[in-house]
């Protein structure tokens, strides 16, 4: 009797065990942020094509074919949703056989679900891609579709190519560019009677104004681990791109690091500005959002960020009176250069079951008055040649600099690792100004992870 | 008269899901742990213990083990005491009690990530509710950077995940308080028993299972700590609240060192089955029927 008793009693603790570890399991987190995007395309019926305005109907001659649903899963939703469904719209009535299912994620966790997808065999058809290394492991390991021959890639800047090829080869579309700088609030420098600075000490001699008016003079929110990174990459190309254009070329073949390069001086300065106080107090517990909030609601002046920030302050104030200037982190009489870079892309698997309706699809988001309409959401920058969509005062404040020089946000060139091993670095070093730990270490440990990594 | 057919049949659901969901990945997951697989390349190489000898050198697993064991060791014991003494205060009939009972267990069926971005703003230094209510009230010294100051961030997390569970705690230890029959009570006052001395040698001793219990979850979910501290600091700032299973997400699928990360998540399975058996073991030991 007590061998079954016991036997009851070990069924019953596994049945409790498991119902709380799948309880514990919690909810789904399924990141479809799709209810209310393109999945309407879906329910389009032929007669929105009949009806569609005026525009010369688009010819069936393509629309034959038997219906096919691809399915695409990217990060755009946040920069781009209106802009996507317009564009979707337009494809369905393009071609009204194929029908776009999109799925959306999150960026840190679209960079986890796309790996256990394709792992997993469960590829979409449609994915999102980072421009640079990032798409360097599933290159090789035959996930993404080679787009060389497509009809865009020959009107895409040169740089913006280049972003997306490995190895000559294109493995994706780029759709706009961003640029980092210092977003101002121009009521409250017209208050103060401040003018742009052209180089770091004028920068500080206005960020010291600023302070002395009681104002915050920058917002920042390093809580969040990726915009510890905004305020070195705005700096980098003027500090070392600028004169050394093949720094990181050096990298990977051994003869640069980063201890021995002007990132001492850069994360030295990043440090001071913290001393001085320019930037809001307990600026490491503080988030994205709320710097954000800081900045828009005019208890900062400034804050250094890329033009994506401008939607998200407009979104709190309104009438926000927005200017934006390069990070001016050059001596007097140098030139300032900006950075800037490809943001969204799009690519393809490889093993798709629809390839050439995959190539219809990203072929239609290159085209001229698409590509516009996304710049326009996005208040980002072109990278077709023939793109010059109208763009808002404060981006326009911002073309003659980039005129002058740039370089791209510098994960884009570095093997995996390093960027969120800066990361940790940076809030590790701004805890105390480099005190416990020093700037050496995280540099150090920075060479160590690009040194492990820069073969894979 | 028992039939071990029946029986097995009714465990059979419970034993097919453990095996598929349980016991499969974690043999996966050993597999894994051996290559240097990438994460996402068809391709993997096996590497044999290559993961766990670089993992006992990697000073970042040791600083993630030393978090875990602080988080759990200040978790288990002030979460306990904390629900053992509103447990015995509820431990009585009335409205209110019952309604403060269902208002703490509240936050135990909230989301993790719904309390974690929740608190993340009550945090805030310059904006969030706890800096300014101690502003108002003239305290505005005590105001600090709770999650980005490396001396706060840790207690801060520890505070949160307390919040969370204690209702759970608290329930637990009312089930074992009122199964103590009251004649013992009765006996121990007639003896002249005070609070402390009652509780001491009647209630404490009781409500031992429920006391297994509770610290038994206590020490394992804390040990597996992630999601309120992915969404609160995602281990920082710096490693100061990296806990060993935000490191070993990091390394897995930040890195592309999911060998790596797997091998990691190894040790920490071993590492918390040790606590957990130790700690049975003592404890079950106090147990004694009423």
Redesign the interface.
Known sequence: ?AG?KR??GL?MG??L??SV??GGC??NGSNEGSGDSPSASKSASPSAVSTSSGKASPSASQADDKPVTLKMLHFMEAEAGPSLKEINKRFHEKYPNITIEYENAPVDQY??L???R??SGDAPDLVGVFPGTWKE??V????LMDLSDRPWVARLQDGAKDMESMDGKVYALPLDQNAIGVIYNKKIFADLGLSIPKNWDEFLALSEKIKAAKITPLALG??D?WVTQIIPYAMAPSAIYRDNPNFDQDMYAGKATFADSPWKQMMADYIDLDKKGYF????????YD?MV??FATG?AAMMVMGNWGLPAILAVNPEADLGMFPLPYAKAGEKVYVSSAIALGIGASANTKHPEEVKKYIDFWAEAENNEVLLKQAQAFPVFKDVNPELSATLKELVPYLNVGTYNFLDQKWP??VQ?TMF??I??V??DGGKT?SVDKMLGEMDKVFAA?KG? | MKRPGTQLLFMLPAIVLFTLFLMIPMVGSFYFSLTNWDGLSPHVDYVGFQNYKTLLHDSEVWIALKNTFIFAALVTVLQNVLSLLLALLLDKAGWLVRFLRVVYLIPAMLSALAIGYVWTYFYNPVLGVINVMLDNIGLGAWAQDWLGDPKFSMYSVVFTNIWQWTGLSIIIYLAGLQAIPHDLYEAGDIDGARRLQRFRHITFPLIAPAFTVNILISIIGSLKVFDLIYVMTKGGPGTATESLAVLLYKKAFNFNEMGYGTAIAIVMFFVILAISVIQLRILRGREIEA
């Open positions: 009797m079954t036997f009851a069924g596994m049945v065990a498991l570890i799948l919690g909810s960079q986890s796309i790996k256990t394709f792992a492991p599933f090789k390991a035959g996930y390093n809580k681990l809001n107090k307990g600026n490491l517990g503080t988030s709320q909030q800081l208890k995996q690792g969120d940790t670095g809030q590790s701004l805890v730990y990594k894979q």
